[in-house]
């Protein structure tokens, strides 16, 4: 099967500097789709100037350590976007060993403190240090929030952003007690202490389940991932077929407990009688490789399963594009990056009906969903007889792209400017009024009248430009 040269998904830049000065991150007119690509085609609206808008982006991880995953690639796009619009960004993180306890990049200063848990307790006490210097908060809450409603003042526009409901994940990792207790956190005290700010999730089955499992109370915004830019891919990164293998599968991800890639290895054992030269790539790291190594091994998949780990973004995406069909198993996602990435590059997905990748997977269009009470190699079988009409495979990549190209970096930054400076975004936002008596309250996380900031001893809008401010001040 021939496939069409397709972009390459650029990689984070590494810190660089340009007479004494931090580097200015690339220009946002490159994560644009080409023109002809569908509703994207247009040109974004950045939004709203944000100058001198102080603000902190709170994720658990940054993009660049080892267990990093879609939520810090939102979490940095964004904070770039946002630096890009004139804002002061600080970017508060947990620390990897080796990491830099402060750095730039982007212009963005990104200040790293504590491991997995005890980053949540210091990153409390930095922000009551430094309470009073930020107008507005992003607060990212990976299954626990860090909370700082409670520490900022009240001016401060806080902003919870929630990608899935974690509930049951907690299962996965914890205890029975410290699971109950984190699915408490995650619903009782986070909806109360969040119920008068702003928040965002990534789609509207994430939106639905923290209504439903939740009791979420606060105004919930949808603001969608965006997707890899388009760039050529070189004919020479094209693997053969005898590397790929006919059909060739591929899973992109994080080799973590809750995507059960095992499920996707399984698959090259069920369909391996029918299809002899079948292959599944596996890419991507985690502590679930040494696992998906020893289920190779006892099943006899040498010669059908390759677990590639980490590659670069070059080679990772000629093994995605040379695949037929992206698989996912993941029973938790928001949204689904990988499914966005591979349709961009014309590959189709199989997923399970869950929260997330019902959103990101249009059934029957741009892949398949397994649905309650189905098995997912019968899925994958019946994709792959479906792919094997050359007329029905060419209209369903040409849907995967025209779908990958409604989403972009630029639209979703432009979006978050407009929801941290009060403005409307997109359609408006579900208010909850349907699960709690009398209107949403406008109370500390949501300033009247939208956010003002005082610079220079002037109050400013975070449109205005520095000559206004400073004609402002000295009236």
Same mark, same amino acid.
């Given at each position: 099967?021939?496939?069409?040269?397709?972009?390459?998904?650029?990689?984070?830049? %590494?810190?660089?500097?340009?007479?004494?000065?931090?580097?200015?991150?690339?220009?946002?007119?490159?994560?644009?789709?080409? +023109?002809?690509?569908?509703?994207?085609?247009?040109?974004?609206?950045?939004?709203?100037?944000?100058?001198?808008?102080?603000? @902190?982006? !709170?994720?658990?991880?940054?993009?660049?350590?080892?267990?990093?995953?879609?939520?810090?690639?939102? #979490?940095?796009?964004?904070?770039?976007?946002?630096?890009?619009?004139?804002?002061?960004?600080?970017?508060?993180?947990?620390?990897?060993?080796?990491?830099?306890?402060?750095?730039?990049?982007?212009? !963005?200063?990104?200040?790293?403190?504590?491991?997995?848990?005890? &980053?949540?307790?210091?990153?409390? =006490?930095?922000?009551?240090?430094?309470?009073?210097?930020?107008?507005?908060?992003? %607060?990212?809450?990976?299954?626990?929030?860090?909370?700082?409603?409670?520490?900022?003042?009240?001016?401060?526009?806080?902003?919870?952003?929630?990608? *899935? &409901?974690?509930? @049951?994940?907690?299962?996965?990792?914890?205890?029975?007690?410290?699971?109950?207790?984190?699915?408490?956190?995650?619903? #009782?005290?986070?909806?109360? /202490?969040?119920?008068?700010?702003?928040? &965002?999730?990534?789609?509207?089955?994430?939106?639905?389940?923290?209504?439903?499992?939740?009791?979420?109370?606060?105004?919930?915004?949808? !603001?969608?991932?965006?997707?890899?830019?388009?760039?050529?891919?070189?004919?020479?990164?094209?693997?053969?077929?005898?590397?790929?293998?006919?059909?060739? =599968?591929?899973?992109?991800?994080?080799?973590?407990?809750?995507?059960?890639?095992?499920? $996707?290895?399984? !698959?090259?054992?069920?369909?391996?009688?029918?299809?002899?030269? =079948?292959?599944?790539?596996?890419?991507?790291?985690?502590?679930?490789?040494?696992?998906?190594?020893?289920? $190779? +091994?006892?099943?006899?998949?040498?010669? *059908?399963?390759?677990?590639?780990?980490?590659?670069?973004?070059?080679?990772?995406? #000629?093994?995605?594009?040379?695949?037929?069909?992206?698989?996912?198993?993941?029973?938790?996602?928001?949204?689904?990056?990988?499914?966005?990435?591979?349709?961009?590059?014309?590959?189709?997905?199989?997923?399970?009906?869950?929260?997330?990748?019902?959103?990101?997977?249009?059934?029957?269009?741009?892949?398949?969903?397994?649905?309650?009470?189905?098995?997912?190699?019968? /899925?994958?079988?019946?994709?792959?007889?479906?792919?094997?009409?050359?007329?029905?495979?060419?209209?369903?990549?040409?849907?995967?792209?025209?779908?990958?190209?409604?989403?972009?970096?630029?639209?979703?930054?432009?979006?978050?400017?407009?929801? $941290?400076?009060? +403005?409307?975004?997109?359609?408006?936002?579900?208010?909850?009024?349907?699960?709690?008596?009398?209107?949403? @309250?406008?109370?500390?996380?949501?300033?009247?009248?939208?956010?003002?900031?005082?610079?220079?001893?002037?109050?400013?809008?975070?449109?205005?430009?520095?000559?206004?401010?400073?004609?402002?001040?000295?009236?």
């Amino acid at each position: 099967m021939a496939f069409q040269q397709i972009p390459l998904f650029p990689e984070f830049p %590494d810190p660089g500097r340009e007479g004494g000065r931090t580097a200015p991150p690339p220009a946002a007119e490159a994560e644009r789709p080409e +023109e002809g690509d569908g509703p994207a085609a247009a040109r974004t609206d950045a939004g709203p100037r944000l100058d001198g808008l102080r603000t @902190v982006m !709170i994720n658990w991880r940054d993009p660049w350590q080892a267990a990093a995953g879609g939520a810090e690639e939102y #979490a940095w796009r964004i904070s770039r976007h946002l630096a890009e619009r004139g804002a002061v960004v600080t970017f508060l993180t947990s620390r990897d060993p080796g990491q830099a306890r402060v750095e730039t990049r982007d212009g !963005i200063v990104i200040r790293r403190m504590g491991g997995k848990f005890t &980053v949540y307790p210091l990153v409390v =006490l930095w922000l009551l240090l430094w309470r009073r210097e930020f107008h507005a908060a992003l %607060d990212c809450m990976n299954g626990i929030p860090f909370f700082s409603r409670l520490v900022l003042p009240r001016r401060t526009r806080v902003i919870s952003v929630v990608h *899935h &409901v974690h509930d @049951v994940q907690f299962n996965a990792y914890f205890s029975r007690p410290l699971a109950w207790f984190g699915r408490f956190v995650e619903s #009782a005290v986070a909806s109360r /202490v969040y119920r008068n700010c702003p928040t &965002v999730t990534v789609s509207e089955s994430s939106r639905r389940a923290m209504r439903g499992k939740l009791r979420w109370r606060a105004p919930i915004t949808v !603001i969608h991932n965006g997707s890899p830019p388009r760039q050529p891919v070189a004919p020479d990164r094209f693997l053969n077929e005898t590397e790929t293998g006919s059909p060739a =599968l591929v899973s992109l991800g994080r080799l973590v407990v809750q995507k059960r890639v095992s499920r $996707i290895v399984d !698959i090259a054992r069920d369909l391996r009688e029918d299809y002899p030269q =079948l292959r599944v790539h596996v890419v991507g790291r985690g502590p679930e490789s040494a696992t998906l190594a020893e289920q $190779i +091994e006892r099943d006899g998949l040498h010669d *059908h399963v390759r677990l590639h780990g980490f590659l670069p973004e070059a080679r990772k995406n #000629a093994v995605l594009a040379g695949s037929l069909l992206h698989v996912t198993a993941s029973e938790f996602e928001g949204w689904g990056l990988t499914v966005i990435e591979a349709a961009g590059l014309g590959v189709p997905t199989v997923a399970f009906d869950v929260d997330g990748l019902r959103d990101s997977v249009r059934h029957g269009e741009t892949g398949w969903l397994v649905h309650e009470g189905q098995e997912l190699s019968d /899925v994958v079988a019946a994709a792959l007889r479906e792919l094997s009409d050359p007329v029905r495979a060419a209209r369903i990549r040409r849907a995967c792209r025209a779908w990958a190209s409604r989403f972009t970096w630029e639209r979703s930054g432009a979006d978050m400017a407009r929801l $941290i400076t009060g +403005e409307t975004v997109g359609q408006p936002a579900d208010t909850g009024r349907a699960d709690r008596s009398g209107p949403p @309250v406008v109370g500390r996380c949501a300033p009247r009248g939208g956010l003002r900031v005082r610079l220079g001893g002037a109050a400013a809008e975070p449109g205005e430009t520095p000559p206004a401010r400073a004609a402002k001040a000295a009236r």
